[in-house]
């Protein structure tokens, strides 16, 4: 991971993050706000490992709480979970298919309410939670599942961008060529 990557996807989550609490449009059409970053957080965990995902985890979840009613630091814990979950089994993953992809960020949309959920009950608060939270629940796990390869997408034609490719060091002589030896 090099520093344009970081920087790109440090970017990127303080925008997600604004588009959250500032654009209303679905979740007036829906009646659900939805949330991006747990799907972010599953292609950090399989593209870059534990490390960048604990950072991310943190500065991610500690700007949302900032715009949110939680208390902060709350959504740190489940985006860390999430992301440690996926980093452990990583190399059983098929991180390149679609399909696991999307049933990734769906695992990962659902949990990460659920997670938020417990924690504030351990808190002491008192969510607001009645059948209604039940269609949001849904409308997050559906749209979360069907973005996360976006993001996949969106950072894999960034590396390709951003990278430059390896050369494989050669020697000096072609394989393909046979030296002739001799008076000539």
């Excluded at 949309?109 to 938020?116: D, E």
């Excluded at 390709?160 to 490719?165: Q, R």
Aim: net charge positive; glycine share 8%; with cysteine.
């Amino acid at each position: 991971m090099n520093w344009w990557m970081i920087f790109c996807l440090g970017v990127t989550t303080y925008t997600v993050v604004f588009f959250e609490a500032s654009y209303h449009g679905f979740r007036n059409l829906t009646g659900a706000q939805v949330d991006l970053l747990p799907g972010l957080v599953v292609y950090v965990a399989l593209a870059h490992g534990s490390r960048p995902v604990a950072i991310f985890s943190l500065v991610a979840g500690l700007l949302y709480d900032s715009v949110s009613v939680n208390p902060l630091g709350i959504s740190v814990i489940p985006l860390l979970l999430i992301g440690m979950g996926v980093c452990q089994k990583r190399e059983l993953i098929l991180k390149d298919q679609r399909y696991a992809q999307v049933v990734l960020g769906m695992a990962a949309s659902a949990i990460a309410p659920l997670l938020c959920w417990v924690l504030l009950l351990f808190a002491g608060r008192q969510p607001l939670v009645g059948w209604s939270s039940l269609w949001q629940w849904l409308v997050v796990t559906l749209v979360g599942g069907i973005l996360t390869p976006v993001w996949f997408k969106v950072f894999g034609r960034l590396q390709v961008a951003l990278n430059h490719p390896s050369m494989v060091e050669s020697s000096a002589f072609r394989s393909d060529r046979q030296i002739q030896r001799g008076k000539h």
